[in-house]
């Protein structure tokens, strides 16, 4: 019930009024309520409260609280359209780690889209067998790796032995992405891990004839206004996961894009960039890895039962245990290496990024739940537009 109640509640959220679509980056983008590293005058705290209904000093605490730890960071709020906040400690665009994961969900999504609009020289779907577009020896080295489906690849499920790093020889990664051993059938553990989402590089080349990296820019960012983003490569292959090379690069504004795209379902302007139908797939838990089993990977910082609150490539609060009680439960999120997040409030219709790759919060699993809680203290007007 409850998670039903915050879908009716984004659901009249956004239908309040016609949706706001920023111009692009190269055209002055967002528009802007408080500018960047600023400090507002009581004026332009009244207008952040009066046009998004957020407290701005409740917002800069959240920005304190960043802070306190040192090192990089910059944190962003948009709130019905309005930057309503933004600081940087640092300059240029910076590899978002495993956020980049979350993108390839969505290179998939419109992937699957294309496919099913017959534009592709191949078809392909989400249950469909990952062998049919992978190099033969792929399977060949091991029959059980022709019931590893799509699906598997994108949920963390896949039965391969998870690889999370490193990543210092991408010539000797490029060959783990296509040697991992099969540890169990697929489906049935849930195991975090780099290598399978890396080896959806090889099925959009495969489909598209394009790189992963071409492919989104293309497809995603261009239509939503944001100039070809850099992202790395493993033996000319698009790093989609994140590990080798830091992920793709990005200034916060940049990814709010997708983030914002996202909470409108796919669409941008007049136009479906990616169908609704797929985005809500990709972002929601997906229930049948309540049946998987948790396996500890390289990092302990993915909480036990995670299984229980992710989605294809995306993470979610549905429980309430990833980002707190304090946080709504409709929210999903991207997040890497760093503690970096994309979070996307449907109901509140909110994006909130925090992106510098910072490892001393990586000893801080408590560190989203606390950020976000600050955030969540400075929405005044719930139900504002």
Known sequence: MRFACFFWFATSVIAAGPAYFPPPESADGWRVLVPLNAEPSPAQKNEVRAKVGLEWDSLQEAWKYCQSFGGPHSLLVI???????????????????????????????????????????????????????????????????????LRHLLTMTSGLEPYDGPYKDLGAYAKVVLTQPVEAPPGKVWAYASAPVDMMSH?????????????????????????????????????????????????????ARVGYLLLHGGRWGEHDVVSRKRVEMATRWAPWLEAAKFRKANFAR?????????????????????????????????????????????SLDMVVLRLGSNVTLNEHPEFYRELLKRVMKAVSKPNSK
Not at 232 to 252: K, L, N
């Open 302 to 346: 993915y909480e036990p039962e995670a299984q229980n609150f992710y989605g294809y490539l995306f993470w979610t609060n549905r429980t309430g245990r990833a980002l707190g009680e304090a946080v709504p439960r409709d929210v999903f999120y991207m997040s890497g290496f760093g503690r970096q997040a994309c979070w996307i409030f449907p």
């Open 203 to 255: 099925i959009i080349e495969n489909v598209t004839g394009r790189t992963q990296r071409d492919f989104f820019n293309q497809e995603i960012h261009a239509p939503i206004g944001v100039a070809p983003i850099e992202w790395p490569a493993f033996q000319g292959h698009t790093g989609g996961s994140g590990g080798p090379g830091g992920g793709a690069r990005y200034v916060a504004g940049e990814l």
């Open 79 to 149: 709130r019905h359209g309005w930057v309503a906040a933004e600081w940087r400690t640092y300059e240029g665009a910076r590899g978002i780690a495993s956020c980049t994961k979350s993108l390839t969900s969505l290179a998939m999504a419109k992937l699957f889209d294309l496919s099913d609009a017959g534009r592709t020289k191949k078809r392909i779907r989400l249950d469909d067998e990952a062998w049919r577009f992978l190099p033969a020896e792929w399977a060949r080295a091991d029959p059980r790796r022709k019931k590893i489906r």
